[in-house]
């Protein structure tokens, strides 16, 4: 199955992070993974978290999870956004540069 949604504002977002900044980045609507995607190709990224209430989402997730270490999705709603990373035992210094809805 391929992803056929074309990520809505993605190069408005692109266009306000840095490039040369190690970046920590939730995607809490991580969909067919187009932000997530984008995010793992054009930035240097330290930590990216992907949040999708959809089981479906798993199936988008698999390849990036192949490809990136630094990548998990977490299947949850972003309401419970804050359990959710707490359960995942990140450092307590990691501090997340964006998060993206
Ligand atoms: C339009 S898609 C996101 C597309 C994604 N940005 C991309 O580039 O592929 C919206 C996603 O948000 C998820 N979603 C909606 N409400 C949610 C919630 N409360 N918690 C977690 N995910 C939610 C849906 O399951 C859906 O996969």
Redesign the pocket.
């Known amino acids: 199955m391929e992803?056929k949604?074309?990520?809505?504002m993605?190069e408005e977002v692109k266009s306000y992070l840095p490039i040369d900044k190690e970046l920590n980045i939730i995607?809490?609507?991580?969909?067919?993974?187009?932000?997530?995607?984008?995010f793992l190709e054009n930035f240097k990224i330290g930590k990216l978290i992907a949040?999708?209430?959809?089981p479906?989402?798993n199936f988008?997730a698999k390849k990036l999870s192949e490809k990136y270490n630094n990548f998990k999705l977490i299947n949850?709603?972003?309401?419970e956004i804050d359990n959710l990373i707490e359960k995942e035992n990140i450092d307590n210094k990691t501090q997340f540069d964006l998060i993206?809805f």
């Not at 949850?76 to 309401?79: I, M, T």
């Open positions: 992803n949604h074309i990520p809505v993605i995607d809490a609507t991580f969909g067919g993974g187009g932000y997530s995607k984008t949040i999708d209430r959809d479906l989402s988008f949850g709603c972003f309401s993206v």
